[in-house]
């Protein structure tokens, strides 16, 4: 056998070797998938792991319902025992840290168990297609030590930016700085108490980012909410509970009291934010319960 001859044979089984990889699999329970990485040897997750992952979600006309690679951040779940057969969470008992893979999930099974009809954007007895590249498998101890370290790590990156944007915006040394991080500028002092833990609040807001950007605004009619119940983010509900009935003012919102290292709608990840706040009214509410020790 000449080396052409050895290089053509090769290229056969490597081939083979990739349509057998790529092959449309089915489970005994129904789920169909396809496996395009998989290493033997890393870490597989059990039940109650923390797995993240990217996720390509499409319809039945490969239209795509849903990319993490576009939003910027991966899907973090806890692996749970499959809710059905043929499920998504079925696939995922098959994949390791590294691994990627295509499952389809019939859609009037999933919809059924979700209790709810079939979207516009999804044919009846369609498949859904959920395409994943599993980044990490962690037991929920080390996802918490991860989450503690990663949070600390960002609290000093926060400092650092709003310590240079009041420099830039000549706020250095004006209005309160907390212990949480959080700073508060009155604009126009208000009168009276402050609002307590359980205290029902009515409040105007434009939410902007710090280039100045806006991604929210009560468009001035007030939002009505129980300060201290978890309706909003901490930076409101400590920031509120500094201001008196009447009072504006501006909150430097560190990442950690807003919505932390996801990305939310319109708001990347690890996002210092900007709040402009009127508490317009408040009235007292009921006590709310003590926070359960740890």
Not at 76 to 91: A, H, I, Y
Request: glycine share 10%; proline share 5%; hydrophobic share 40%.
């Amino acid at each position: 056998m000449n080396l052409k001859t050895v290089g053509y044979a090769m290229g056969i089984t490597i081939l083979a070797a990739a349509c057998n990889n790529y092959r449309t699999q089915v489970t005994d329970s129904g789920l169909k998938y396809q496996i395009f990485d998989h290493n033997d040897d890393a870490r597989k997750a059990k039940l109650g792991d923390i797995m993240s992952f990217h996720l390509v979600l499409k319809n039945g006309a490969d239209s795509t319902l849903r990319d993490t690679y576009k939003e910027g951040s991966p899907m973090k779940m806890v692996l749970q025992e499959p809710p059905f057969k043929g499920s998504f969470e079925e696939g995922l008992t098959l994949l390791a840290a590294g691994d990627s893979a295509r499952f389809l999930v019939n859609a009037d099974t999933l919809f059924a168990k979700m209790q709810q009809p079939l979207p516009p954007m999804i044919a009846k007895g369609s498949d859904i297609s959920f395409t994943v590249k599993i980044l990490d498998v962690q037991t929920s101890e080390e996802f918490q030590k991860g989450q503690t370290e990663a949070a600390a790590k960002q609290k000093e990156v926060d400092a650092k930016v709003i310590a240079d944007y009041m420099a830039k915006n000549n706020l250095t040394g004006k209005g309160t700085k907390t212990e949480s991080g959080l700073v508060y500028i009155v604009e126009k002092a208000g009168s009276g108490k402050s609002p307590a833990a359980g205290d029902k609040v009515q409040v105007n807001y434009v939410g902007k980012f710090l280039d100045g950007k806006e991604f929210d605004s009560s468009k001035g009619t007030p939002l009505d909410l129980q300060v201290g119940a978890g309706m909003v983010i901490p930076g409101w509900e400590e920031g509120i509970m500094l201001m008196k009935k009447g009072e504006k003012g501006l909150l430097i919102i560190p990442s950690g009291l807003a919505y932390g290292p996801e990305t939310y709608g319109p708001i990347p990840g690890n996002s210092v934010l900007q709040f402009e706040l009127e508490l317009v009214d408040f009235s007292k509410g009921a006590k709310l319960p003590a926070p359960a020790s740890k």
